[in-house]
Nanobody, 123 residues
Framework: QVQLVESGGGVVQTGGSLRLSCTFS????????MGWLRQAPGKDREFVAA????????HYADSVKGRFTISRDSAKNTVYLQMNNLKPEDTAVYYC????????????????WGQGTQVTVSS
């Protein structure tokens, strides 16, 4: 059974940075496509970023392109989301996601996700 545990959320001012981490267990990490989703209050969960088997294969939602960077460390079974130049509209619960299908991660419908970590950006 896949387990995903997020950390690194918090409160930051507009323009600040945070780095989220997600540790993965329960399956071979290298065989899983990974990603991040988020859900703001009163809104549906949405895709943020996805990464293939290497850092050279990534995709981002238009709203975070140029500000967020997803990466993975196979030695640590960990995926990261570096978030720079944060805006109030980035406030949400962020979920780590995993799936054997890259298409499902990008579509925001992964088979597995974590419990989430809260990110709050104050104006």
């Amino acid at each position: 059974q896949v387990q995903l545990v997020e950390s690194g959320g918090g409160v930051v001012q507009t323009g600040g940075s945070l780095r989220l981490s997600c540790t993965f267990s329960g399956r071979t990490f290298s065989s899983s496509y990974m990603g991040w989703l988020r859900q703001a209050p009163g809104k549906d969960r949405e895709f943020v970023a996805a990464i293939g088997w290497s850092d050279s294969f990534t995709h981002y939602a238009d709203s975070v392109k140029g500000r967020f960077t997803i990466s993975r460390d196979s030695a640590k079974n960990t995926v990261y989301l570096q978030m720079n130049n944060l805006k109030p509209e980035d406030t949400a619960v962020y979920y780590c996601a995993a799936d054997l299908s890259y298409r499902d991660v990008r579509a925001g419908v992964p088979s597995d996700w974590g419990q989430g970590t809260q990110v709050t950006v104050s104006s």
